[in-house]
């Protein structure tokens, strides 16, 4: 399917607007986003770059996917950005670079740096029960057979800590990328009420049984929310404020924030889906409550609405060791610590789909962190990474010095895994120096 114009520009237009979106991004560069540099400045190949505009034009003249927009910096300086297809085709707006995304799980490498900066202030452990700061913790149980309406439960091995849920390990799930008895649990449970507190959903997980023994596996789920309740209890105050305190405000990160603001006003990208006629279609409303005043749950695994300027200062901050443009926010050590692959050998690679994480991959303090140095993939081992349900990747490559973002408003990824790995080796390709 193909929108109709101005939203898909014909081939011809395609670099006018890439050009137009760069100067755009560079504009904001003062109050979001890296200072721009030429690609050959930073050691990246402009020709090669120019091939991810069409790539990504591609999905959209498909009818696969919206509008995306995708950056690339290196060496604290954006090198690339470009934008296709429409932001609302509804109102024929094209992709722009200051578009606001909800970015689901990209929240959580956002919620587990507050979580570390907790632990360097000495504040809270990493060893620390989870029960010290959220009490239902101290009961839960571990599932041992049965059926769903009827489940066997024992006590666990070990208490749940805080670096499991910074990991993954604590036993927890989301009810929605497996079909054992405790994932049916969790779905009867209708665990995701935007009008509940952080407090009421740690809580109600508290009493819902552990797929496992803590430590023992790696399963995607529910713990970081779990861990922006701790923050909370540990800092006092909500969750959405301290954040705010502690990073956005320091890191010029102005459009993020859990519910939209006056300045997202007309900023805001609808988010799509594949409808039965097999085409995009805008889902509604615009916002949804968890975005609106009436939206009391602070998910902290995947609440926030950000952009891509945003998200690149804080993706630089960690690449830069804990500090952007003067501000430092966690000491150098904190950062090393997070994006460290804290699994064991035999809980890795981990994978959320058969393609997904690209290269193998452990995991460190909120994301995802190759392990491997394989010719077959490209990218470095050490590179820390993440998701958003609604189609929105980044990655952090220590050893090249670079960062590199694909975002969209397409739910669910699930379909759409396989863009992140076609936009690494796009990426990957422009690297002609150091």
């Given amino acids: 399917m193909r929108f109709p114009n101005p939203a898909t520009p014909r081939p011809a237009t395609r670099a006018l607007l890439t050009c137009l979106a760069a100067c755009l991004l560079a504009r904001a560069a003062p109050a979001q986003g890296l200072p721009r540099a030429r690609p050959a400045d930073v050691g990246l190949s402009g020709a090669a770059l120019e091939r991810i505009a069409a790539a990504l034009q591609s999905y959209v003249d498909s009818g696969r996917l919206p509008g995306l927009l995708a950056v690339v910096a290196r060496h604290g300086k954006l090198a690339y950005v470009t934008a296709v297809g429409p932001m609302d085709a509804a109102q024929h707006r094209a992709m722009s670079p ?40 101290a009961g839960v149980k ?64 508290a009493r819902l049984p552990l797929v496992f023994s803590p430590g023992s596996r790696w399963n995607y789920s529910y713990a970081i929310d779990v861990l922006g309740r701790v923050v909370e209890v540990v800092s006092g105050t ?35 889906s594949r409808g039965p006629d097999g085409k995009l279609h805008a889902m509604a409303p615009l916002l949804w409550t968890e975005y609106t005043p009436d939206g ?21 901050m ?44 452990g995991f460190g303090y909120g994301g995802a962190v190759r392990v491997d140095s394989g010719t077959d993939v490209a990218g470095s081992p050490g590179t820390f990474r993440w998701a958003g ?9 220590p050893r090249t010095d670079l960062i590199a973002m694909v975002w969209t408003q397409y739910l669910p990824v699930t379909e759409m895994w396989s863009l992140d790995a076609r936009f690494q080796r796009l990426v990957y390709a422009a690297v002609s120096g150091k």
């Fill in 98 to 137: 200051d578009a606001v995304f909800r970015i689901f799980s990209m929240t959580k490498p956002i919620t587990s740096a507050a979580v570390m900066q907790l632990y360097e202030q000495g504040k809270l452990r990493l060893d620390d029960p989870v029960s010290t700061y959220i009490p239902a913790f």
């Fill in 142 to 205: 571990v599932y041992a057979g049965g059926s769903a309406a009827s489940p066997d439960l024992r006590a666990p091995e070990r208490p749940v800590t805080i670096a499991d849920l910074l990991t993954h390990t604590a036993g927890l799930t989301y009810g929605a990328f497996a079909e054992t008895p405790v994932d049916t649990i969790y779905r009867r449970a209708n665990l995701y009420n935007p009008r509940w507190t952080n407090a009421e959903l740690a809580d109600t997980l």
């Fill in 238 to 272: 909500t969750l959405d404020r301290y954040l705010d305190r502690a990073f956005f405000r320091p890191l010029g990160m102005r459009m993020t924030a859990f519910h939209a603001t006056p300045a997202m006003d007309g900023h805001i990208m609808p988010a799509y």
């Fill in 296 to 316: 009391r749950l602070l998910s902290g695994g995947g609440g926030l609405l950000s952009t891509v300027g945003d998200y690149l200062r804080f993706a630089q």
């Fill in 318 to 361: 960690l690449l830069n060791g804990g500090e952007l443009e003067g501000h430092r926010v966690l000491k150098r050590e904190t950062v090393a610590l997070m994006m460290r692959n804290h699994l064991p050998a035999g809980l890795t690679p981990i994978t959320i789909a058969p393609d997904w994480p690209p290269g193998r991959s």
């Fill in 389 to 397: 349900y609604g189609t929105t990747f980044f990655w952090i490559d």
